[in-house]
């Protein structure tokens, strides 16, 4: 994976951001790495990502903890067969009950979650592209009406329907990163959230499973608390 920063560019970026942090304070954001990053040539979005996933979500953070060594952002390659893009862990295809609750969007969430207000909301698949940038560390669902990624779903109760008119439902969409959607995904939406309160908010991941056959990557979707 490339290196973000060397040796030398995390301490220009530690001597920085701690000049401007003793002058002025820090405000809980990366308002002077972001500074430092447009002056150096460095692609932002990449490096903070890195420092996400370094625990480092604002300036004094950065000065506190970063080591003056390197800063990179580690991603692992996983094997995806074309039949199965959202790493189902079950390949068993829903039954024939009816579907009363599905995640969907809220407004004011803050950053990183732009699906509309009530959009319907699937799990991403793997390998697909955000339209706006979340973390890199969080895997995101993907607003089946406007394309936009969400990081944080609420449980919602809908007029049921059937497997079969949802997957027609989400097959209808414009978003083509939803597609092909089938069966799969909706068993295992429906699943996941069968027992969680309506208003539950969650999140989904791909999570890493040891096996007989070695490691593998899948789906998740989880309970997530979410602070106002």
Not at 44 to 71: K, S
Not at 93 to 103: E, G, H, Q, V
Not at 167 to 192: G, M, N, Y
């Amino acid at each position: 994976m490339p290196r973000v920063l060397n040796a030398s560019q995390v301490t220009s970026l530690i001597s920085d951001i701690d000049k401007h942090v003793r002058a002025s304070g820090c405000n809980h954001t990366h308002q002077f790495a972001q500074v430092w990053a447009a002056q150096n040539g460095i692609d932002w979005r990449d490096m903070l990502d890195a420092l996400e996933q370094n625990c480092m979500f604002c300036d004094c953070e950065i000065v506190a903890n970063l080591e003056t060594d390197q800063l990179e952002f580690i991603e692992s390659a996983v094997a995806v067969e074309a039949a199965n893009r959202w790493l189902s862990p079950s390949l068993k295809a829903a039954d024939d009950s009816m579907i009363t609750r599905w995640i969907v969007a809220k407004e004011g969430l803050g950053k990183n979650n732009y699906a509309q207000d009530g959009e319907w909301l699937i799990p991403a698949p793997w390998g697909a592209t955000p339209r706006k940038r979340v973390r890199k560390t969080v895997h995101f669902f993907i607003g089946a009406q406007s394309g936009m990624p969400t990081e944080v779903g609420f449980v919602a109760e809908i007029e049921p329907q059937s497997t079969a008119q949802i997957v027609e439902r989400i097959a209808a969409s414009s978003v083509t990163e939803l597609s092909p959607f089938d069966t799969r995904v909706v068993w295992f939406v429906q699943q996941k959230i069968a027992r969680l309160a309506v208003s539950s908010a969650v999140g989904t991941d791909l999570r890493e499973v040891v096996g007989v056959s070695g490691k593998r990557r899948e789906l998740n979707i989880y309970r997530v608390i979410v602070r106002g």
